[in-house]
């Protein structure tokens, strides 16, 4: 087997083999740099129906990473095309490895994504050599994927804060529910603008429906709530008695915060 064959095979391009390689030396950083061209019987599917499309519109040569290569980082260069599809028009072909207009392959996602559970985004990006934006577009679309729409059943309990995810004193506003530990909605700021639309998420009949909101010490929560729920008991508190609780001191607390930062695409605190 001749070595491009090898790498073709091993690499699992589908519909694609390597047609040139070569090995560069970037600062410090060895990059093994592979080309690929298209089988000749492979066919091409358009990504918005996917069916088979009957001609190509255009071929557009794309730079991708890959998972690494021993101790070289990995670099397709990817012809990619836009097929003519007879139902939605010019349309970015099909591949079951790159997802449209990604620059990463779908495995490299993938590891990023697990190893951002684990780890901080920075370093994460540190240690793939990706921008700290483009790992976390990954983990924030992997949260969305995994967490779905939230459910709103149910509700009668909740509990709103405030946390800073910039500097420069941004913050945030947080709403969740103490019983099951889930974060309901999360809004950039801490004015009653932010919180409003929660309230319209939630509707009159799952407002009329809570018994208790516990907040900070904030009057925009407290007149919002007034405005949109005034039959709970309302309880203030300080962000200094929070740490006692749970939800607030333990880890799930601080999935529940990536949860909350991954629907704003506020990810910069991690």
Not at 132 to 149: F, N
Not at 232 to 259: D, F, G, L, V
Request: proline residues 6%; aromatic residues 8%.
């Amino acid at each position: 087997m001749a070595p491009n064959e090898c790498i073709s095979a091993l690499g699992g391009w589908e519909g694609f083999e390597v047609c040139e390689w070569r090995q560069e030396r970037r600062g410090i950083q060895s990059w093994c740099v592979l080309r690929l061209r298209r089988e000749r019987t492979a066919a091409a599917y358009c990504s918005g129906c996917w069916r088979e499309a009957p001609a190509i519109h255009d071929v557009e040569w794309r730079t991708v990473r890959d998972l690494p290569l021993f101790e070289h980082a990995v670099e397709l260069e990817v012809p990619r095309l836009r097929v003519a599809c007879a139902h939605c028009g010019p349309r970015l072909e099909l591949l079951p490895w790159l997802q449209p207009y990604a620059r990463v392959t779908c495995r490299l996602a993938e590891s990023v994504s697990r190893l951002c559970a684990v780890i901080a985004i920075r370093q994460v990006a540190a240690y793939f050599g990706l921008n700290w934006k483009t790992v976390k577009e990954i983990d924030k679309r992997t949260l969305e994927r995994r967490l779905g729409p939230v459910d709103l059943q149910g509700v009668t309990v909740i509990g709103m804060d405030e946390f800073a995810i910039q500097r420069g004193h941004r913050y945030a506003t947080v709403v969740i529910e103490p019983a099951r530990k889930r974060v309901l909605s999360v809004g950039r700021g801490r004015s009653r603008e932010e919180l409003r639309p929660f309230f319209t998420l939630l509707g009159p009949q799952r407002c009329a429906a809570l018994q208790a909101v516990v907040m900070d010490m904030n009057s925009a929560y407290e007149l919002e709530v007034r405005l949109h729920a005034p039959k709970p008991r309302s309880s203030t508190t300080s962000s200094t008695s929070w740490p006692s609780t749970p939800a607030r001191s333990s880890i799930e607390y601080a999935w529940m915060r990536r949860t909350a930062c991954a629907q704003t695409g506020a990810l910069g605190i991690w």
